[in-house]
């Protein structure tokens, strides 16, 4: 009985694993201006916030969609990267309301942190299917084991990935 409920667990961990990097990429693609309808912005007003950590910007203005010459909606960009003109077009993408600025380095840095993630849940599944399929004694030790080999090796992937695209985006422009 043990076994089928080890093999249940990793199932569904395996599960929320999928569908929680599914909810972490969808976030992170969003918020590195990846997805969304394609167009431009033009700034209308941008504000400044003081904060503990330091000053923000954000900027209210209008959403012109890809190919269209007229305004669609009014659209705000918050946190901005920095005080705007008015007046200032910015290539953007639009998700209700919120328009995002593309970052490549942004998207990289996510993409990093939902696989290192996902191969933890997914190490600490692993080890409850090895046990349930082998009858091994599994312990919670056993687990940490297995997600701590899968996250150090997701890691090193992500840390080789990330340093080959700062070496494509520098040199290609």
């Known amino acids: 009985m043990l076994r089928v409920v ?5 199932v569904v961990l395996v599960g929320a694993t999928v569908w929680l990097a599914t909810l972490m990429w969808t976030g992170a693609m969003t918020r590195s201006g990846y997805r969304g309808d394609l167009g431009s912005f033009q700034v209308n007003r941008c504000l400044d916030d003081e904060t503990p950590d330091g000053t923000t910007h954000s900027c209210t203005g209008v959403f012109f969609p890809e190919g269209v010459v007229t305004s669609t909606a009014a659209v705000r960009l918050d ?3 920095e005080a705007f003109a008015d007046n200032t077009r910015l290539t953007v993408r639009r998700v209700g309301d919120q328009v995002f600025v593309p970052k490549t380095w942004f998207v990289i840095l996510l993409l990093g942190l939902v696989i290192v993630v996902g191969a933890a849940l997914l190490g600490f599944a692993a080890s409850l299917g090895y046990a ?13 084991r297995w997600l701590l080999v899968a996250n150090l090796c997701a890691t090193g992937l992500v840390l080789v990935g990330a340093l080959v695209m700062a070496v494509v985006l520098a040199i290609i422009p």
Do not use: M, R, S
């Open 6 to 10: 080890q093999a249940v667990a990793a």
């Open 79 to 81: 946190p901005a990267d």
């Open 132 to 144: 349930a399929v082998t009858d091994d004694d599994w312990t919670f030790g056993l687990g940490c």
